[in-house]
């Protein structure tokens, strides 16, 4: 089955109105028969996030959501976000989004991947994998590998990023 915006359905199995629809980039989706809309806050963090930043304005962005959203239900144990860097800058603070589509990749505390694939869904279920791998040791050491990568510990932490917007703070 080929997930679709409009096919979208709120926990209580309605369509999500416009304005909802809108802001869907807020929502956390879930995986079951069909995708299914629920506000973060109703969402326990996973272990694993997964966070496409994208505009709505990007036609590559569209076109790649479909499958990041296919992805997530092959991954159910982890959280994936789509998130509009021009909708939801407030709480994302100063990730400097240069390229479409960029991926941000946490486990746990550890920012493991912060940067753009090529828009092929391949890339990222090997990234997934690849990652989904490593031990706990060997995330941190690849974690803190280079001045980049720890860079990213500081300034790109999507989790806590989640947690302030959930608490009702901005970044």
Known sequence: MQAHPRRLRD???????????????????????RLTAFPMDDQPLPELLVACLCADWCGTCRDY?????????VWPHAGFHWVDIEDDADWLGDLDVENFPTLLIQR??????????????????????????????????????NEERRAWQRDCNFRAALQRRSAGHDA
């Open 11 to 33: 926990g209580r199995g309605r369509r999500p109105s416009r304005a909802e629809y809108a802001s869907l980039s807020r929502y956390a989706l879930t995986r079951d028969d």
């Open 108 to 145: 746990g505390e550890l920012v493991l991947f912060f940067g753009t694939l090529l828009p092929q869904h391949v890339f990222l279920q090997r990234t997934l994998e690849t990652f989904a791998a490593f031990d706990d040791e060997e995330a941190r050491t690849y974690a803190f590998a």
């Open 65 to 73: 959501r479909t499958g990041f959203e296919a992805l997530a239900r």
